[in-house]
């Protein structure tokens, strides 16, 4: 079941200045339940641990969710999960935005869950129910790119991954749209190969994303663009 998607990740941002990131990387879908655990010297391309998601205690990824999910009145009963997320590099990872699609035991969509973290190690999850159009909307409640205050509204369309990624999310603020962020990707199977083949061309995938999110951030700053200040982050109820 697990799938590699070999991707782009694009943020326009349109106000207050017009500026554009690029970057390309590749992303994991995989069961929590089962996530995948390559051998030998591919276990340093690909481990999936419960402590880098939800929060740093001690559990199972499926677990942490399920707790989540139980804290907003929302059980599975075991029904399937899929999980798209940067998985560890040589020990570190770094994941800006963890989605989860969540199924009842007939297989129908129950909700999908957005864990979003940002720089400053810290973390928050949205539980969404997108509508037919797969796209869901919530209110912004986290501080993410330093030069956007914690205001305004998500609308985020979110279908299941298949042969094809195609993610968009963007934020309304007053009336305007001054960020937009869209993935998109080709399915390829996990297999040794091809992790071999996207680790190479990608070398320190996570390394980079968080670089690049930096990066950019400077060049920003440069351009004259105000840091908002960063309000404290209350914990979330079920976050452990």
């Known amino acids: 079941m697990p799938a590699l998607y070999p991707c782009t990740i694009t943020h326009v941002r349109t106000a207050p200045v017009r500026h554009r990131l690029r970057h390309r990387t590749y992303l994991w879908l995989i069961d929590p339940d089962h996530p995948p655990r390559p051998r030998g010297p591919f276990g340093m391309l690909a481990r999936f641990e419960g402590r880098d998601h939800f929060g740093p205690s001690a559990g199972t990824l499926r677990a942490k969710l399920d707790a989540f999910l139980a804290s907003r009145g929302v059980d599975l009963d075991g029904g399937r999960v899929l999980m798209l997320a940067h998985a560890r590099v040589l020990g570190f990872v770094f994941n800006p935005l963890t989605l989860y699609w969540c199924h009842r035991p007939d297989g129908t ?8 973290h940002n720089t400053y190690g810290e973390r928050h999850c949205y539980l969404l129910h997108p509508g037919e159009d797969q796209v869901a909307e919530v209110h912004k409640e986290f501080y993410v790119s330093p ?3 914690v205001d305004g509204s998500y609308r985020m369309r979110l ?6 990624l195609d993610l968009t999310i963007r934020l309304d603020r007053s009336g305007e749209r001054p960020f937009v962020a ?3 990707g080709e399915r390829r199977p996990a297999s040794r190969s091809h992790l071999a083949r996207l680790a190479v061309r990608h ?3 996570t390394i980079a994303v968080a670089l690049a999110i930096r990066v950019h951030g400077i060049r920003l700053f440069l351009r004259g663009l105000p840091i908002r200040s960063r309000p404290a982050h209350p914990p979330q109820e079920g976050m452990r």
Do not use: D
């Open 109 to 116: 969509l129950s909700c999908v869950v957005a864990e979003v």
């Open 159 to 164: 279908p299941e991954p298949g042969a094809a």
């Open 203 to 205: 070398p320190l995938s």
């Open 147 to 149: 030069f956007f205050p």
């Open 182 to 184: 869209r993935v998109t």
